[in-house]
């Protein structure tokens, strides 16, 4: 864990720092598709991600969910950081992608390291940041990009993240984060296959 803390924050946090969240933090080791935030749930820490990747999205009242955005190591989440310091219910629901390890921050410290370290501060604000950004441009997706751009750019960014041209999901699965049907996905994805950019296998994606 420490060799791990130090090689993702260790250029972002000075030494004292990095002590403090060794001496508190509590580390979690979590398989793929556990759920680790569901809406309505109070949070009390906030996760820095040791590495693998987590699916922040966004449900509907029909229980229909969209993907806002994905953390990756190195990250955290700015829709914890806002429960935390409101001691506000979850709006999000938050999933593991991949298997993740991350070390969670009790919300006290978060308020105290605010105040005590100025690269705490920055490093709060950047993620606040990063994420708007990125919940800016998954609007832009969808609200300007055809169903085909945004299933492209949903595949370029799992092989981002995943870093393989093989991608295990289902339809379904894509389906649910697009928020969009099963049968629109597999028709385009069969559409994306005769275009030669993908073959589709039984159980995953491969990217050509």
């Known amino acids: ?6 090689e993702n924050y260790g250029l972002l946090f000075e030494p004292e720092l990095i002590n403090e969240i060794i001496r508190v933090a509590t580390l979690m080791e979590v398989p793929e598709g556990k759920d680790l ?13 040791l590495n693998g ?12 969910e969209l993907l806002l955005y994905h953390l990756e190591k190195g ?25 993740a390890k991350l070390l969670m921050i009790p919300v006290g410290k978060m308020e105290e390291w605010s105040g005590k370290y100025k690269t705490w501060r920055n ?21 300007f990009n055809n169903m085909d751009e ?5 595949i370029n960014d799992k092989i981002n993240i995943i ?25 385009l994805l069969k559409k994306m296959e005769n275009n030669k950019k993908i073959k589709l296998h039984r159980s995953f994606i491969e990217v050509l």
Request: charged share 25%.
């Open 1 to 6: 864990m420490i060799q791990e803390l130090k």
């Open 37 to 49: 935030m569901r809406p309505g749930q109070y949070i009390k820490s906030m996760p820095l991600l």
């Open 53 to 64: 990747s987590i699916k922040i999205m966004r449900p509907d009242k029909d229980g229909e």
């Open 75 to 99: 990250d955290t989440c700015a829709m914890t950081m806002t429960c935390c310091m409101g001691h506000t219910r979850s709006e999000i629901h938050a999933v593991t992608e991949t298997p």
């Open 123 to 143: 490093f709060v604000f950047n993620s606040y940041h990063d994420r708007i950004i990125e919940m800016l441009e998954s609007i832009d997706n969808i609200a």
């Open 150 to 154: 945004r299933i492209d750019n949903y």
């Open 163 to 187: 870093n393989s041209k093989h991608i295990y999901t289902t339809h379904k699965e894509i389906a649910n984060d697009l928020h969009t049907s099963r049968v629109v996905v597999s028709r």
